[in-house]
């Protein structure tokens, strides 16, 4: 059976890639983001994942508003990256895991979650700066193969939390159930929050992004009962990326100990926050859906 060995989830905004590009990483503004991965890379090489599924949000590079997938599921050999309009550089692709891609689309939808399976798909900065920052040394060679799952934040009407939550759940059981010794990690990427848009644009909410830091090891369903609506005014708009930490949380069983939580704000418009969760040694609980 597969093994999930952990779940990490951080924050993704686009100017970390620039960040890296120009060198900047050790400069006064990003030197407290990037130092949150210390831990990430030590914890990395020990628990050596083979497979990383990272729930992201894709923010118009492979869907756009005329055709918007609620949760989409990567199901391709290879991955690639493209320019999003950033001026951030284009990522090596990443290679695919198929066969896990499939297992999982066989248990989301007998749980009556009706994804879209992609077997092309692109991949954008939410999806290619975590794993950068997870594996700044990769090259053109990413130590893990990947399975992308897109979860739409940004057409209403949304996904509720408590859903993205019972997604994730059903993500998690049908990972241990696979026939294979692959040791997983479950990254989401997204929030905490931020708002880009409108009277609210900058709008940063520290305090409620704390509340999600501690709550969601041990009283994750404080965060999966929230409406959609009450993230949006506490986190805002795009705040509302927490839906991805909220799935790779349900994927975790319940016995998970912190190995680092990170929060320093801003990071460009953005509360931003890195938090590891490793999963105990011995199998533990699933969690329940809501
Ligand atoms: C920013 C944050 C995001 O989540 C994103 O997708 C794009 C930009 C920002 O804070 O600048
Ligand atoms: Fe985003």
Redesign the pocket.
């Known amino acids: 059976m597969a093994h999930i060995v952990g779940g990490l989830a951080t924050?993704?905004?686009?100017?970390i890639g620039a960040a890296i590009a120009r060198n900047e990483t050790e400069t006064p503004y990003w030197k407290p983001f990037f130092d949150a991965f210390k831990p990430v890379h030590t914890w990395l090489e020990h628990a050596r994942p083979d497979i990383a599924v990272v729930l992201y949000n894709d923010?118009g590079l492979n869907f756009f508003l005329n055709n918007l997938p609620t949760f989409a599921l990567g199901a391709a050999a290879t991955y690639q990256n493209a320019d999003e309009g950033w001026g951030i550089p284009i990522l090596p692709s990443f290679t695919g895991e198929p066969r896990l891609s499939w297992h999982l689309a066989n248990a989301l939808v007998e749980q009556e979650f009706d994804i879209s399976t992609c077997q092309e798909m692109l991949v954008d900065?939410?999806f290619t700066l975590p794993l950068k920052l997870m594996f700044p040394d990769a090259g053109d060679h990413w130590p893990v193969k990947v399975v992308p799952v897109s979860i739409n934040s940004i057409q209403h009407p949304l996904p509720r939390p408590h859903r993205c939550w019972n997604f994730g759940t059903v993500i998690g059981e049908a990972i241990r159930d696979w026939q294979s010794d692959a040791k997983v990690v479950v990254v989401a990427t997204?929030g905490l929050s931020?708002q880009?848009d409108g009277t609210r644009a900058g709008f940063i909410n520290a305090e409620f992004d704390r509340f999600c830091l501690d709550s969601i090891i041990d009283r994750p369903e404080l965060l999966a009962r929230l409406s959609t609506a009450e993230i949006i005014e506490k986190a805002g708009s795009?705040g509302i990326?927490l839906m991805t930490w909220i799935a790779m949380r349900g994927a975790l069983p319940k016995g998970i100990h912190q190995v680092s939580s990170t929060y320093h704000v801003p990071?460009?418009?953005?509360g931003g926050a890195v938090l590891l969760l490793e999963t105990a040694h011995q199998p533990s609980a699933a969690l329940e859906r809501v």
């Open positions: 924050s993704h905004v686009p100017s923010h900065h939410a997204g931020h880009l795009q990326e990071v460009s418009n953005t």
